[in-house]
């Protein structure tokens, strides 16, 4: 399987913030890589899929760049709703391989 | 509007079959690019893939599960079925099922979600 390691495992901000949230996957995975958003108690929901396609519906502060091995998840000026978990996976191979995820606090 | 909805037991024993429902609506498992994964979460931790099927009956298993693993689905009914044979406590954990669309520039992703079900495995 492909790993995916994501990076910080948490991290604190604050409203207005920009914050930018990594994930590396074990070998070249192109650009098949999506990012989720969870919040407590709640299943995750897609928010950019081909490493930088917004999911149509998701705000224009979130970003994803990145190819190969090394990606990032940018908010540019973080609302109070976007503290949340966020994975990364692979979409490279079956299985798709998600990270462990990243927790964005206040 | 897509919606999924898992079914199934909350409790089961160690050593027994888990059976998982996903209902869904909105989509038909007929259309080509289309398919619907299974994804569990134990308590705390992260997400981790389990199977997938597509509308052309092709299947894909986590292969640290495969042996365990069973997943089919009904067209007409709507429904994608998820087993995993030999229960144990670590299976604890939230159960997912995911609509999925393949493009040739994304893969797969898993676009919407069901609200999940907690299946405990416990003596």
């Known amino acids: 399987d492909i790993q995916m390691t994501q990076s910080p495992s948490s991290l604190s901000a604050s409203v207005g913030d920009r914050v930018t949230l990594t994930c590396r996957a074990s070998?070249?995975?192109?650009?098949?890589l999506n990012w989720y958003q969870q919040k407590p108690g709640k299943a995750p929901s897609l928010l950019i899929h081909a490493a930088s396609t917004l999911q149509s519906g998701v705000p224009s502060r979130f970003s994803g760049s990145g190819s190969g091995t090394d990606f990032t998840l940018t908010i540019s000026s973080l609302q109070p709703e976007d503290f949340a978990t966020y994975f990364c996976?692979?979409?490279?191979?079956?299985?798709?391989?998600f990270g462990q995820g990243t927790s964005l606090e206040i | 509007q897509i919606t999924l909805k898992e079914s199934g037991p909350t409790l089961v024993k160690p050593t027994q079959t888990l059976t998982l429902t996903c209902t869904f609506s909105?989509?038909?498992?007929?259309?080509?690019?289309?398919?619907v994964g299974w994804i569990r979460q134990p308590p705390g931790k992260a997400l981790e893939w389990l199977a997938l099927i597509f509308w052309d009956d092709d299947k894909r298993y986590s292969p640290s599960l495969k042996s365990r693993l069973t997943i089919t689905k009904d067209t007409a009914k709507n429904q994608v079925v998820l087993t995993m044979t030999n229960m144990d406590p670590v299976d604890t954990a939230t159960y997912y099922c995911?609509?999925?669309?393949?493009?040739?520039?994304?893969?797969?992703?898993?676009?919407?979600w069901g609200q999940g079900t907690l299946v405990t495995v416990s003596s």
């Open positions: 996976q692979q979409a490279y191979v079956t299985p798709g391989t």
């Open positions: 995911a609509h999925s669309l393949y493009t040739t520039s994304s893969k797969n992703y898993f676009d919407s």
């Open positions: 070998q070249t995975i192109s650009r098949y």
């Open positions: 909105g989509f038909s498992l007929n259309t080509g690019g289309v398919g």
